[in-house]
């Protein structure tokens, strides 16, 4: 594999401009659910913090520095990243490191998202390089921002294909003094979702809420000592329960780590939390495991099943994460978008990176081709 | 400030322009006389006016898509118009454009608590639409301060915010989807009740994009359930440095209020002089709420104000009642009224690093004196979101020139210290031409790109946002 690691923005720019062939970009490479097997362009030799107030709750960073980097600064200050971005490894079953740019490349977020919002929430500005080679920018280091168009947004989840992220800002939020979970036992799927609607339409602000099949129910509740037993006091009261110190067991909701090493195709859909039951019972899936309230859902499927042909008749939108490579060459990989949107997409992508240098492997036709 | 000369061709369009609208319209949905097209010469931004050569005031996303078919085939700029309370001229017409109004389209279509959003036509009041939930206890959380009269569809045209969005997030973090109509008439479906879709974040590149990309007629927002109470605590320093370490201390310490409100010194005076709410005559005052069960509340406020006691307050006044929670936002909910009292004055909307919130406020004293004009600060410090109000005598002549050059000083100021032009309001017209200090001419072209994958003719509110000489050659083309 041909692997381009450009140290400096002005290098990256420079090999872009340069670029003869399409290529793959990444990050660490942790969250590739396949490969162009071409050029590999990565950021991850763009390293380091540039500037972090813990008063202003912001941190800038190039975007190859190792999120393990980012963690371990914010930690020391008693912060986080509030959005608890997955990591993918276990999953996917990858090696590597994952950098900050490539989480917010692929918008990653896990549970806390349906509290305080996901990564592209946090965003707050970026730089990056296009497909013609230029150095471009959006947004800043403010918590507020609206001069311009957000391409923040835009560039957020844009996987390596409008342009290479070279440096991120983003917003931080402090650590909570005190986590709990109640954990509710002997809820089938249906009652469970009903369960967790009910407590994220409490005022009793609830940071996580997830369903594992088998295991349980879950409620996280987050923040100051008095305030997290009184709110968990509550949701027990409306719901039942028992009440567990810690958090510990979200990072493996969070990495859905009761589908790792296990085969089978690994599907992500976002849908409406009240359809969350009915689409898991119609996908014919092996095991499930739901999050954000319902709506979001893991599912594992038997290889090859075209999941988004069995629960046609719901509003949702569904990935197909992992799979081997006959199922990834007959069903696309990202929920495909009405005709309308795909053409908005489709010239936002044109005039992004006009030579066509960016390519995932979603792309690989093209990148063939040349 | 300005606007390209109207079209000739275009002009001599409007017979047939209206003929067209009225095959397609109902007859009061068609406004073309010039004594009426009046009404819409103007947004919140009162300093410019030019009366549109239509508007039209559809009820339906289809109507708003044969509107914008007949448009584009005939060549006529469009400018969409929620409900016109821009501080910034979003909404300002150009003679030769049709006013695209959605007052009209104020419907609630879903309402889904299990779910947690509500669907609404676009031009729906933002006030009302928490008065479509609030019965069940839920509310929408966005609040900027015209929120009783500004619609949805500025809403997110704007991207607006509110005293209460350090906590909440502002529209795009509210906003799940829209049903939007691209200028050919294409209707297009973008997000919706779930989270988060794949693909390229279009909604958010849509909220924000100041009615250049399309017409949102219908949106999905998310809702939240009421927390059971708030109080706020009141307090004062006699420096601007106290202050805004203070600040910074309590966002620190882990306690999310729901908003930081800054006043200095001359917005202080000005308000008690105008409300007499009874505060401190003091240098700097902070308003800090949080949220939360009556026992919640009293844990965050003894952190906070046990925070600001190391910062020797001159006054420190936690309510305890509804009572005096109402007595401590008097003065801040009135400050914009006082202040107008003395004389006429430009808010400016500028964010800045809440680090660099000293250095900025000592810089704006010095510019007043250096421009003879006085200058209140009121704003929500939390994050840094500065609302400076210039005073000028609008009758002396010369004094509105003076007031944008000080505008203008400040608001590099706010880009040179790692900040932004504007935080809620929106660019518009008023900060158009100042973009080129934030961005570099690169910078502009990407985000043109985008609006010419949406709007090809730039037919769209074509004006605003980009400086006209940055536009130029893409609006004539």
Known sequence: ?370 | MEMPTPNPAILAKKPRLVERLLRVLPQDAVIHLEAETRAYECDALTAYRCPPMVAVLPSTTQEVSDILHICHEMGVPVVPRGSGTSLAGGALPTADCLILGVARMNAVLETDYDNRFIKVQSGRTNLSVTGAVQENDFFYAPDPSSQLACSIAGNIAMNSGGAHCLKYGVTTNNLMGVTMVLMDGTVVEIGGAHLDAGGLDLLGVICGSEGQLGVVTEATLRILRKPEGARPVLMGFDSNEVAGACVSDIIKAGVLPVAIEFMDRPCIRATEAFAKAGYPDCEALLIVEVEGSNSEIDEQLEKIIAIARRHNPVELRESKSADESARIWLGRKSAFGAMGQINDYMCLDGTIPVSQLPYVLRRIGEMSKEYGLDVGNVFHAGDGNMHPLILFDANKPGDLELCEAMGADILKLCVEVGGCLTGEHGVGIEKRDLMVDQFAPDDLDIQMAVKDVFDPQWLLNPAKVFPLAASDARRAA
């Open chain 1, 1 to 370: 594999m041909n692997m381009i690691t450009p140290r400096t923005e002005a290098e990256l720019a420079d090999c872009i401009a340069g670029a003869q062939r399409p290529m793959q970009v990444v990050g660490g490479g942790t969250r590739s659910v396949g490969t162009t097997g071409g050029v590999v362009l990565t950021s991850r030799g763009l390293s380091g913090i540039s500037l972090y107030e813990p008063g202003s709750l912001t941190l800038v960073a190039q975007a190859g520095t190792p999120l393990a980097e980012i963690e371990a600064a914010l930690s020391t200050e008693g912060q986080r990243l509030p959005f608890e971005p997955m990591d993918h490894r276990g999953l996917l079953s990858n090696t590597g490191e994952p950098t900050i740019g490539g989480v917010f490349a692929a918008n990653v977020s896990g549970p806390r998202r349906i509290q305080v919002g996901a990564a592209r929430d946090f965003l707050l500005g970026v730089r990056f390089v296009d497909g013609t080679g230029r150095i471009l920018k959006n947004g800043g280091r403010v918590m507020k921002n609206v001069t311009g168009y957000d391409l923040v947004k835009l560039m957020a989840g844009s996987k390596g294909r409008l342009g290479v992220i070279s440096e991120v800002a983003f917003k931080v939020l402090p650590l909570p003094e005190v986590m709990v979970t109640l954990v509710i036992k002997g809820l089938d799927d249906m009652a469970a979702v009903r369960a967790l609607s009910q407590a994220l339409g409490s005022p009793f602000e609830v940071s996580g809420a997830a369903h594992w099949p088998g295991q349980g129910t879950f409620l996280r509740i987050e923040g100051f000592a008095g305030s997290v037993a009184y709110r968990a006091g509550k949701l027990r009261e409306m719901l039942g329960g028992e009440i567990e110190e810690g958090a510990q067991r979200w990072a493996g909701i969070r990495d859905v780590a009761p589908f790792h090493g296990v085969a089978g195709d690994i599907w992500r859909l976002s849908v409406k939390p009240s359809d969350a039951p009915e689409i898991v019972a119609r996908s014919g899936a092996q095991e499930a495991l739901y999050d954000w309230g319902g709506g979001l859902i893991w599912l594992r499927t038997a290889p090859g099943t075209d999941l988004r042909g069995r629960i046609a008749a719901f509003q949702r939108h569904a990935t197909l994460l992992r799979a081997d490579a006959e199922t990834l060459a007959r069903l696309p990989v990202e929920q495909p978008e009405p005709p309308a949107v795909a053409t908005l997409s489709a010239g936002i992508r044109a005039k992004f990176d006009p030579r066509g240098i960016f390519v995932t492997h979603t792309d690989v036709p093209q990148a063939t081709l040349s």
